[in-house]
């Protein structure tokens, strides 16, 4: 006899991952960023609505050079492929024969310091596989309601009356702490900010844009 069957799929992947690196390289890269600022005062020009309070570097952060810089930009690619192989382990399995290997490419990256309540509020980055954070600078008192960042579920359905539908496909969001050294990896059609920090430290934080290539 057929069975019934009810299939829970798609499901959202966030990895958090820990750099141990992070006290060697932080203070030469809040360094580096400071010169940066000094050079580009302006920082960022373009209809980025979704900032507030806060200083944007150009989209091409990965072309600078900097000895720290690439030790994080090389962190962050080594997390991206861990997320790329972890969810697409399946498939990759059944490669395995041909021994296939992975060119992890940084389309965008970028860095911000926040000013005190500064904030980004809700947007997707589109074009590429996997996006970031990663936290160089925040203080001890960051919280979930202080400097964290968050990501919106992607389907909301409201019908209040409608107990079958509406509990399990509505709800919070997801909110992750900001900690130094920490990087949060997510998929691109995800929609995500960052609350405001208050506290005495300016909150700074790299990102990127990456997509993955089976190369062989
Ligand atoms: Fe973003």
């Given at each position: ?15 958090e ?64 492929l ?29 860095f ?30 960051a ?71 089976l190369?062989?």
């Amino acid at each position: 006899m057929v069975k019934n069957q009810i299939y829970s799929l798609w499901p959202i992947y966030i990895g958090e991952f820990y750099n141990p690196e992070h006290q060697e390289i932080k203070d030469d890269l809040i360094k580096f960023f400071k010169e940066y600022e000094k050079k580009n005062p302006k920082g960022r020009d373009g209809e980025n609505k979704e900032n507030y309070n806060l200083y944007e570097s150009n989209y091409d952060l990965h072309h600078e050079k900097n000895d720290s810089l690439s030790k994080l930009l090389s962190f962050i690619a080594k997390s991206f492929l861990s997320m790329s192989n972890s969810t697409n382990k399946k498939f990759i399995d059944r490669l395995k024969n041909t021994k296939p290997s992975f060119d992890v490419r940084i389309n965008n990256s970028w860095f911000i310091r926040y000013n005190k309540s500064g904030s980004v509020l809700p947007h997707d980055h589109g074009r590429c596989s996997w996006c970031c954070v990663y936290y160089v600078q925040i203080g001890k008192d960051a919280s979930n309601d202080n400097g964290s960042t968050y990501f919106l579920r992607p389907y909301q359905r409201k019908s209040p009356e409608d107990f079958g539908g509406s509990l399990y496909s509505s709800g919070g969001n997801a909110v992750f702490k900001a900690e130094e050294g920490k990087l949060l990896v997510w998929p691109n059609f995800i929609v995500h900010g960052s609350n405001p920090y208050e506290g005495e430290k300016n909150r700074i934080i790299v990102s990127a844009n990456a997509s993955v290539h089976l190369s062989k």
